[in-house]
């Protein structure tokens, strides 16, 4: 029997979804346009695990389009995507990263590029100068280049897909970057998995909306009880199946996000990134 889905059921989805999220009830108005797209927003997770199911090539090109449709920095238009289809490529972008066995087995495998070249190729082709060749060029690029992720997972979603960004890929930035033959000052922002999800995502609690949501002031006062405060609700919700370099840290009694990403960023990572984005022709100062 299909069940009738009324603007008050799409409401307390919306509702719950942000409750197991940031553990506050928001308000939602039944009768506000476009909750079906809160509903979805509010209730994302990535997906790590899909069906053995192809993506239509139309779809993807679909989707594409509209991920390229998001908002630009000054119309600059700075990102690209890269669909990568030969399988012997993707295999060998898989092979540098095994601890994420996902990117060869989603039917689709993305990378989102942050294009700084584009704009001194056009101040050449136009005989100007270009005396902006500095930080803010690869921000711009990379800021750009993440809407469009974004946008694309919303898309993604709209038509039933899953997706899993991979920044991972980062770590092997020049490899990747001579797989996929990227030119000068075009760097790789991240992966994108995507697929028809195999199985129900879970939502992944947030810290609270009074850490990360400011009026006026930014205010961090309280941090430490609030972080506390989350990592018991998220505990609780959603434990961690296993704690991080037990061998150095040691077993936690009780083990919250905050211990896991002290943990994670205990160790040196990517730290030679800058080092390939100023070797791609970045001037980062
Ligand atoms: C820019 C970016 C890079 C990410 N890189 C990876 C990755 O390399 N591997 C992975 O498994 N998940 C990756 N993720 C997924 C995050 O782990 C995930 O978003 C986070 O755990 C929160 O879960 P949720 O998105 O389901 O709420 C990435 C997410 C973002 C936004």
């Given at each position: 029997m299909q069940e009738h889905v009324t603007s008050e059921t799409i409401a307390e989805r919306i509702q719950a979804a942000l409750a197991e999220r940031f553990g506050e009830r928001c308000r939602v108005d039944p009768?506000?346009?476009?909750l079906e797209e809160l509903a979805r927003i509010a209730g994302h997770c990535v997906h790590r695990r899909f069906l053995p199911r192809s993506v239509e090539p139309a779809l993807l090109r679909l989707l594409c389009a509209c991920a390229l449709s998001a908002p630009s920095k000054s119309d600059l238009q700075q990102a690209d995507v890269m669909v990568v289809r030969d399988e012997a490529k993707r295999h060998a972008v898989a092979a540098l990263i095994p601890d994420v066995p996902w990117i060869a087995q989603a039917p689709v495998f993305l990378v989102f590029l942050a294009n700084g070249g584009r704009l001194p190729q056009l101040a050449r082709m136009r005989g100007k100068p270009f005396p902006?060749?500095?930080?803010d060029l690869f921000f711009n690029a990379a800021v750009d280049g993440a809407i469009v992720l974004a946008t694309f997972m919303r898309a993604a979603a709209a038509v039933g897909l899953g997706c899993c960004p991979i920044s991972a890929i980062r770590d092997r930035p020049d490899a990747v970057s001579e797989l996929l033959e990227l030119p000068d000052r075009v760097v790789p922002v991240a992966g994108l998995c995507v697929g028809w999800p195999a199985e129900a995502g879970r939502i992944t609690p947030r810290l609270g909306l009074e850490v990360t949501l400011h009026e006026d002031r930014y205010a961090s006062a309280e941090l430490a009880r609030q972080v506390e405060a989350y990592d018991r609700r998220r505990e609780a919700a959603r434990p961690y199946a296993r704690q991080r370099a037990v061998e150095r840290w040691?077993?936690?009694?009780t083990y919250g996000w905050s211990e896991d990403k002290a943990r994670q960023y205990a160790e040196p990572l990517r730290g030679d990134f800058g080092a390939f984005v100023r070797a791609k022709g970045f001037r980062l100062d």
């Open positions: 009768q506000l346009a476009g902006n060749d500095h930080l040691g077993k936690a009694v």
